[in-house]
Every structure is written in structure tokens, then in C-alpha cells.
């Protein structure tokens, strides 16, 4: 269980948050310092690429003619020349085996960084030297193309740049914009239509632990876009991957460090109509005093005076006739808060702030750079116009002609999230071909949410009217620290060789989730809770740790025709494990539940714990008869209480080999070993224990061909894996709200294989331009699935089935308009397409509950939250001259299934959402900006339905409001 909230840890945290405030603070005085200094002289840094394949140049010497100054490009072919006077300047690049780059009229202003980009062509003969004319690149989606151009995988990214162009909040909003990529529930990436278990989350190239025990993937919309730098995702194989991916592997990049001096500070508030500033019109959860932080106090903790789970409880049975025990069992009741229902108020403006610095500076003479950076904000949803329902199908499918309610709510949800982090990275050059790298992230979320439905649930209150209400706080934080080194060895043949280390830690903490329901009938006045759904409180509590350490190592040679090839081998060994805890109380009474309707009247001290007491003498006994209202229970399920743990290792080899002038080959194998097993504290050895102990090889082979120097076509193989996750594994069984489905694990699930071909032709026409066409196919072995496990008592389980394939189309372009005429040199446009279409066995068992109603049911079904087309295209106006910026975006994903229902009724669709978020940005001086903001401009409706012959039925529906936004940005 959680560790109780105390005031010296509260104590702790005031202590080392204003640390890490006074150390930014420093920081930044130190570096105005320079600010004077390095105004006075200007900067040149750029890259090095080697011309043909696109790999950096390590060790060219950069040198300004002429001058004593200069410098050698590093790991990364990256140089840096510090402290120019200003002035015009001939730069000259030369490299032993390539040819001499002049570059003339490089321009170099006071306290400016001017950006030469270059690459050089192999020569085997001296020559003059090539002469160029300076141009500083700028573009940062341009410098990623010419990343995705070089990369031995199939991938696409997004820059900080389009992040915030579009303004994207966190990762997971971010990420829509990625071709292929689509967002569930706000925080969950789907890559190519397949869900979070065939996607791998990494944070700088380790994986992030997950905060959700019924997800793999980490919840990235808990990563703010104002630590981010960019978004890559691969979408093939190779087998210095990790090997459980199949839809993409995400690898979120923070802020790297500056060559200069940069600071920055934004302001920003949003408002929302439906939310903000509406007298009254939302719901709350009241907490406690450190909300605003994303943390609860202790308010919402388990009393301190209950007693350790497995404790026996007395019921009023017990308690009766012994005065120790009620008084124990009157005092444990009234520990617990008595507020079960949500109050009206008024939300106020969202808000949020930013800050980030960093620098370049001489540590015993070799550059380090450094930057920090700290986000906080606050935000409100709220809707009131919200309608959940579900329909069964009452009878076979020839005799019914409509289906028939299974509940019919309206539903009202509100709730405010916080969401703050900080980053810290530095990396320090020994020289330039050694480099030290150091990276600790932390974000925290804190989401509070109170929920009200009322309507028609037959199921559960017969003609009467239904109503359940649930109070709910997520507390989540997601840790990270990384340490890493890039070494090349000019005495092993100019072998390169990386390592990293990182530990991360994630938690997920819901103290006391509230749940009341009840029926009535407001014409007689009737109010009733059904037995079943007595009032209940849940305390829970997921910590999941993660201990990665990689080495890769790169062993260039010459081919046969001396051209650059590589061998590059490696190992990764890593460590998870999770600890879940669950703890349920329910108030019990000894009598009936006698509820008028009044809330707050049925949980006040007068109506919970001892509520009357009768002395009495019998036999020459004095006697207490003590009479209880309502009274707390725990019932214990020791099965929810589980340790998962899963240990990988891995080795492999790779070739990146040129086949001829056009063709390369990069292609190897992957050993990866599994160790996986959850423990409960079950009795039962039917539930106590899971375990998976697998090796498998994971070949690939990639074939890319140059059809010229801008454009690829590539084909690919690999054969990747997908683990259950530990929740699917756990045979306990848990609730979910209001409409009565219970999940249960499956321990006897197992892994899931995938062979994956991908093809691609692409076309890199201008710097910032590409225009891409891909095609893929999945075919997945023991694909695990959700599936009823009985319509009786109405349990989701998972399960293996046989076989699955996707397959789909990717089209892509970007492009400037200055084509169509000079005037339109400053827009331009970018759009994505996607089309899927899979196929899943449905299990055996569901098939044959299926087909007693409806025998006509297929064998098969797509995958769930699979959408068969996502689109994407965004209108870019860039003019710096003007100092102004603006993108109009627009996202729609198709009909996906979202819920398999029971039996023969129709599953659950999600209808497609159209988005369209406007942005326009201006900046008024050199460094304070504005920028408007206005998303969700259409205000689609979020809708769920199930069909049935030709009619349409609505699950859910429910809209969420046009936001507006105001950002001021301060930027040194």
C-alpha cells in the first residue's frame, strides 16, 4: 500500500522542490553574466555528414582561414567555434579521405550562432577542394527528414517545431500528428491501428515503466511538449530494437543542450465555455490542500486507526453485545470521510508556465552543456450533456427486430488535472571523440474527477430510476534518470561504442475511490440500493520500477569497392517489476438500507456506527445492547494483491552493408530471452502464480535502394514479439465503474509472435519536403485478445486465439507552395493518410456464446480500437521577415471497434472525431512573443454506437467545448 502522506515528507518535498527553484534561479543569474561577454562575439556550429550514406564525420578539422580559430567535429559530426569577432569569414573543412570543403562569405554577427551544414564526398585522389557559398539551415522538420533519409529503419517523426505549431499540450496530443498514429482515451498511442501492447514507449532510448496496470505502454500525455525536443517513431524491425514492438517503437527525445546561451519563459491561460468560469456547472471531488500540486495531503488516505489488511473487522452481529468491539468497529467507521457525493462549483481559467535554461560553458578546458527545464499546469474539463447507454439483443436473431435497453443514463463527468515536471540534462566532451551524457526527468500528475449518471438501468432497478455517482483521484508521477557514454576507439579501427544506463520508476496511486448507487422513483418517493452495489471505496496503489543497461558497438570497414560499411553488435539486459495493491471497503448495515434520497443525510454521523445503545439488566447482569447504522467491512480478495516481475536479455549482431553505388543491406538477428512471472498472495495454486520463460531468435533484413540521391525505396523484414501485460496474467477480479463488468486475468495466456514486411518508397524533393508512399503487412500467432467469459455473471477475461493479420497503405507529403508562385513562398502544406484493414479470430468459446443468438456472426472481427483510416493535413503560413507564424490543423480518424459486447448484440463503434485546431503566433521584439490558440473548433461529438438492423443505437455521446488560449513567451 501507499506510503501515508506525513508532514515531514510534505516537509522533504518543500525542501528539495525550492532547491531545485534557487538552483535554476543561479543558473540563470551566472549565465546573464555572460550575457554581456558572448554579445560581443558571435559563434559558428554546424554538422558533418559524410555525402554518401549520411553518417557523421568524426574528427574533420574546421578552421577559419586566415585566424587562429577552429575546431574538430565529434561523435555526432557535430563542431562548435566559440568567441569570433564579427566579420565575414572563409571556413575550410578537410578530412583525410575526403575532399576539401571551402565554404566562403560566412557571415558572423555579435551574439549570433551562425549554422553551416555541410557534407563531404569520399576522394581517393587530392583535389582542389569543393566552394560553396555559406547558408545557414535552420529548420528543424528539415533536419529530421534528412535524419529519416539516412535511417536503416522505416520511421517518421515531429519536431518541437510542429509541436508546438499545432499546440500540442503533451506527448500524447502531439503524437497524433505522426502518420499512423492515433490517440486513445487521451494518453494511450496506437500505431498502424495496433494497441499499446504492440507499442514501445522510450524516453531517450530506454523504455518507460507504464502507470496503468491494465496497460503495457506508458501514459505519455503525463510528459509536457515543453520538455520535448522531438518524437521519432520506427514502425520496422532491426535488431538493435528491443523486439516487443510490431506497431512502432515511440522513442520521446527531451530538450538536448544549447551551443549558447538560451532562455526561456511563457505564460499561458486558456478558457473553455462548457468549463470555465460557469456559475455552478461542474461537479467536484473535494480533496485536499496540496490538489493544486498534483498530490493528495492525506485527506484521502486510509485512516490511521484501521488495522493492517486481513485484520478482522467485527460485524454488528459481533459488536452488539461487546462493548470493545463497538467502540472499535464505531471508531473504524466514522475514520473514514463521510462525503460520497460531488458538490457544484465553478472552475476557474486553465493556466500554465514554463521555464528552461541552459548554456555552453568551458569546464577544465572542454565544452559542457547543460539546460533545465520546469512546466506547470492546471486545467478543467467538464460536460453536462453527456448520454451512456447499452443494448442487448433479448433473443435470437430471426425473431427480434430492435434491441431491447440494457441501461440508459445521462452523464455528467468533470475534473481537474494538474501536471508538472522538471528535466535536467548535461553532457560533457573529454575530447572530441568521448562524451559523458546525464539525464533526470520528473513529471507528476494529479487528476481529481467526479461523475454523475441517472436514467434507466433495468438490469440493475427493474422500472425504477438508476443512479451511481463516483469520486476519484489519480495520482501518477513517472521518474527517469539516465547516464550514457559514446566512445570511438581510433585504435580498434575507429570502433564506436555506446552505452547507457537508466532507471525509471512510475506510480499510480487511487486513494479512495467512492462509489454510491441507488434506484428511485420520484412520483412515490421510493429510494433503494441494491444489495449488490452496496457503498464502496477502493484504495489502490501500482508501482512499477525499470533497470535497463545497453552497450552497442560499431565496427566500420571497406567493402569490396571501398565503400563505408559497418558491423555493429550488442546486448541489452533489463529489469521490471511491479507491485499492486488493492484494498475495498463497503458499508454494511444490520438492517435495511434506509435511504431517502439525501446523500449527505445517510452518511452523517448519526446514521453510521453506533447509532442507539440500550442498557439492560438480566440474571443480575448489568447489560449494553449497542445498535449500528451503518458500519465498514473489508472484504479481502488476496488474489489483487500481486509482485510482477520481468527480466529481459538480449544480444545481437547487425550488417550495414552497401550491396553496390545504389543498394544497402542492413540485416542481423536479435536473441532475446524472457523471464516473466506475478505472484499473488493467493492460497490457491490455480491463482497464486504465472510465469513465461521463452527465448526466441528475431531475424530482419532491410534492403534499402537509392533509386537517386534524394529518394528510397525500401523492404523489410523482421519477426518481433508482444508480452501479456501482468494485469492479464492476475486471476482477481475487479470493477469498472458503473456498468457492471468485471475484468478477471488469465494466467494460462501466452506470448504473441509477429512476422512484419514493410515496404516503402520515399522522396526527400527540398529541405523540409518529402513526399512517401508504404505499404504492410502483420501476421500475428496467439494475438491476445478481450473476450466474455460469462454472460451469467458478466466477466471480460483474455484470452490467446489463433491468428490475426493487418495490413494497410500509408500516404504522405509535405510541401513549400513557393511552387505555385513566388507569393506563397512563406506556406506551406502537409497532409498524412492511413488505411488498415485487420482480422482476429474470435476465441472458440465466445464464438459458440455468439452464435446461439446469432448464427450468422463471422468467425473474425477487426482489432479493437483499430481505425481503417486516419487523416491528417495541416496549412503552415511562416514569414520571419514579419515576425508571424500560423497552422490550421485538421485530424479525423474512422469508425473503430471500442467494445465487444455479449453474446449475440451488436459491439460498440467509436464514430470518427473530427479535430480542427487553429494557432497564430507574433512576435513583437527579438524576444517577447504572443500566440493564439484555439482547439477543438468544431466540436465534434465524442460518440460510441452500436448497429442493428439499420438502426443506430448511442452508447455514448458527449462533447467537450472549443478551447482558447493566450500564451506570452519570453525567449533569450
Known amino acids: 500500500m501507499r506510503q501515508f502522506f506525513t508532514f515531514q515528507n510534505l516537509k522533504n518535498f518543500i525542501l528539495n522542490f525550492k532547491a531545485i527553484i534557487y538552483l535554476m534561479v543561479l543558473l540563470a543569474l551566472l549565465n546573464l553574466n555572460t550575457i554581456q561577454a558572448q554579445s560581443l562575439k558571435g559563434k559558428i556550429s554546424g554538422k558533418i555528414v559524410d555525402a554518401e550514406n549520411g553518417e557523421p564525420l568524426i574528427g574533420a578539422n574546421v578552421v577559419l582561414q586566415n585566424t587562429m580559430l577552429g575546431a574538430a567535429s565529434d561523435l555526432d559530426g557535430n563542431y562548435f567555434i566559440p568567441a569570433i569577432p564579427p566579420g565575414s569569414y572563409t571556413l575550410v573543412i578537410t578530412m583525410m579521405g575526403y575532399s576539401k570543403i571551402i565554404i566562403t562569405d560566412v557571415i558572423v554577427n555579435a551574439g549570433k550562432v551562425t549554422v553551416i551544414n555541410t557534407s563531404q564526398k569520399p576522394e581517393i585522389i587530392e583535389t582542389e577542394g569543393v566552394i560553396v557559398t555559406a547558408k545557414a539551415i535552420r529548420n528543424t522538420e528539415a533536419a529530421l527528414l534528412k535524419d529519416r533519409q539516412r535511417s536503416i529503419a522505416v520511421s517518421d517523426a515531429i519536431s518541437a517545431e510542429a509541436i508546438s505549431q499545432v499546440g500540442s499540450g503533451d506527448a500524447?496530443?502531439?503524437?497524433?500528428?505522426?502518420?499512423g498514429a492515433s490517440v486513445v482515451d487521451g494518453k494511450y498511442i496506437y500505431i498502424r491501428g495496433l494497441g499499446d501492447r504492440y507499442t514501445s514507449t522510450q524516453l531517450n532510448g530506454a523504455e518507460i515503466p507504464s502507470t496503468n496496470p491494465y496497460k503495457r505502454a506508458a501514459s505519455v500525455d503525463i510528459i509536457p511538449t515543453n520538455l520535448l525536443d522531438n518524437i521519432v517513431t520506427a514502425k520496422s524491425f532491426t535488431p538493435?530494437?528491443?523486439?516487443?514492438?510490431?506497431?512502432?517503437?515511440?522513442?520521446?527525445?527531451?530538450?538536448?543542450?544549447?551551443?549558447?546561451?538560451?532562455?526561456s519563459l511563457s505564460i499561458s491561460s486558456s478558457f473553455n465555455p462548457q468549463t470555465n468560469l460557469k456559475n455552478n456547472g461542474a461537479i467536484l471531488y473535494s480533496g485536499g490542500k496540496l490538489d493544486w500540486l498534483g498530490m493528495d495531503d492525506g485527506t484521502r488516505n486510509i485512516p490511521s486507526t484501521m488495522p493492517p489488511m486481513g485484520t478482522h473487522i467485527p460485524i454488528s452481529s459481533e459488536a452488539g453485545q461487546d462493548q470493545d468491539k463497538a467502540l472499535l468497529l464505531d471508531q473504524y467507521t466514522k475514520s473514514f470521510s463521510n462525503v460520497m457525493r460531488p458538490v457544484a462549483t465553478t472552475f476557474p481559467l486553465n493556466q500554465s508556465y514554463h521555464f528552461s535554461a541552459g548554456n555552453q560553458v568551458t569546464f577544465l578546458g572542454r565544452p559542457l552543456g547543460f539546460i533545465g527545464s520546469f512546466s506547470y499546469s492546471r486545467n478543467f474539463t467538464n460536460y453536462d450533456d453527456g448520454h451512456s447507454a447499452a443494448y442487448l439483443i433479448g433473443g435470437h436473431v430471426d425473431s427480434v427486430q430492435a434491441l431491447i435497453v440494457d441501461y440508459d443514463l445521462k452523464d455528467q463527468k468533470s475534473s481537474e488535472e494538474v501536471l508538472w515536471g522538471g528535466l535536467f540534462n548535461a553532457a560533457y566532451k573529454l575530447n572530441p571523440t568521448n562524451k559523458l551524457m546525464f539525464n533526470v526527468l520528473y513529471n507528476r500528475n494529479g487528476e481529481s474527477m467526479a461523475r454523475l449518471l441517472d436514467g434507466k438501468f433495468p438490469y440493475e432497478s427493474g422500472d425504477a430510476n438508476y443512479q451511481t455517482t463516483v469520486l476519484s483521484y489519480n495520482e501518477r508521477t513517472m521518474s527517469s534518470m539516465q547516464v550514457s557514454g559514446d566512445h570511438q576507439f581510433d585504435f580498434l579501427r575507429m570502433s564506436r561504442i555506446s552505452w547507457k544506463y537508466s532507471f525509471g520508476k512510475s506510480t499510480q496511486d487511487e486513494p479512495d475511490i467512492r462509489?454510491?448507487?441507488?434506484?428511485?422513483?420520484?412520483?412515490?418517493?421510493?429510494?433503494?440500493?441494491?444489495?449488490?452495489?452496496?457503498?464502496t471505496r477502493y484504495f489502490r496503489y501500482l508501482d512499477e520500477d525499470r533497470n535497463e543497461f545497453s552497450l552497442d558497438v560499431i565496427i566500420p570497414f571497406s567493402q569490396w569497392g571501398g565503400k563505408l560499411a559497418s558491423f555493429k553488435f550488442g546486448g541489452l539486459t533489463a529489469n521490471k517489476g511491479r507491485n499492486f495493491t488493492q484494498r475495498k471497503f463497503i458499508y454494511d448495515t444490520a438492517t435495511s438500507y434506509n435511504f431517502n434520497g439525501d446523500v449527505d443525510q445517510f452518511f452523517s454521523n448519526q446514521n453510521i456506527g453506533i447509532v442507539d445503545s440500550l442498557s439492560y439488566e438480566w440474571q443480575g447482569q448489568r447489560y449494553t445492547r449497542y445498535d449500528f447504522g451503518l458500519y465498514i467491512q473489508e472484504p479481502i480478495d488476496w488474489v489483487a494483491l500481486y509482485n510482477g516481475s520481468e527480466d529481459i536479455s538480449a544480444g545481437y549482431a547487425m550488417l550495414d552493408l552497401p550491396l553496390s553505388a545504389r543498394l544497402r543491406f542492413v540485416g542481423g538477428a536479435r536473441f532475446e530471452s524472457t523471464n516473466m512471472n506475478v505472484v499473488t498472495q493467493s492460497n490457491d495454486p490455480r491463482e497464486n502464480y504465472f510465469e513465461i520463460k521463452q527465448s526466441d531468435l528475431l531475424p530482419s533484413a532491410n534492403l534499402i535502394y537509392s533509386l537517386r540521391q534524394d529518394m528510397n525505396f525500401r523492404l523489410v523484414y523482421g519477426k518481433t514479439l508482444a508480452r501479456p501485460t501482468f494485469r492479464e496474467a492476475v486471476p482477481y477480479k475487479s470493477y469498472e465503474f458503473f456498468n457492471s463488468y468485471e475484468y478477471k486475468g488469465n494466467p494460462n495466456l501466452k506470448q504473441t509472435m509477429i512476422d512484419n514486411i514493410d515496404l516503402r518508397w520515399e522522396w526527400f524533393s527540398r529541405p523540409g519536403e518529402i513526399y512517401a508512399i508504404s505499404a504492410f503487412y502483420k501476421l500475428f500467432k496467439n494475438p491476445i485478445e478481450q473476450r466474455i467469459l460469462t454472460e451469467a455473471e458478466r466477466i471480460i477475461t483474455w484470452d490467446n486465439v489463433d491468428r490475426a493479420t493487418v495490413m494497410g497503405v500509408e500516404l504522405e507529403a509535405r510541401k513549400r507552395l513557393d511552387v505555385i508562385n513566388e507569393l506563397f513562398s512563406n506556406f506551406s502544406l502537409g497532409s498524412n493518410l492511413t488505411l488498415v484493414y485487420s482480422d482476429i479470430d474470435i476465441a472458440k468459446e465466445e464464438l459458440a456464446e455468439i452464435r446461439i443468438q446469432n448464427p450468422y456472426r463471422k468467425s473474425s472481427r477487426s482489432l479493437a480500437s483499430q481505425s481503417p483510416y486516419i487523416f491528417n493535413i495541416n496549412f503552415n503560413y511562416d514569414n520571419p521577415n514579419k515576425r508571424i507564424a500560423s497552422t490550421l490543423y485538421y485530424n479525423v480518424f474512422g469508425e473503430r471497434l471500442s467494445f465487444v459486447t455479449e453474446g449475440g448484440a451488436p459491439d460498440v463503434y467509436e464514430l470518427p472525431f473530427h479535430l480542427l485546431n487553429f494557432s497564430i503566433s507574433y512576435k513583437f521584439i527579438n524576444h517577447l512573443g504572443v500566440k493564439f490558440t484555439a482547439k477543438n473548433l468544431l466540436d465534434s461529438e465524442m460518440e460510441k454506437i452500436q448497429k442493428f438492423k439499420g438502426t443506430v443505437y448511442n452508447f455514448t455521446k458527449y462533447t467537450m467545448g472549443r478551447t482558447y488560449s493566450i500564451e506570452l513567451k519570453y525567449e533569450l
Open 515 to 535: 462509489f454510491f448507487t441507488n434506484s428511485y422513483d420520484e412520483d412515490l418517493g421510493y429510494y433503494n440500493m441494491k444489495l449488490g452495489h452496496v457503498p
Open 240 to 263: 538493435d530494437r528491443p523486439g516487443n514492438f510490431s506497431g512502432g517503437a515511440i522513442d520521446i527525445r527531451t530538450k538536448d543542450f544549447p551551443e549558447v546561451l538560451t532562455m
Open 172 to 179: 500524447a496530443d502531439a503524437m497524433k500528428q505522426i502518420t
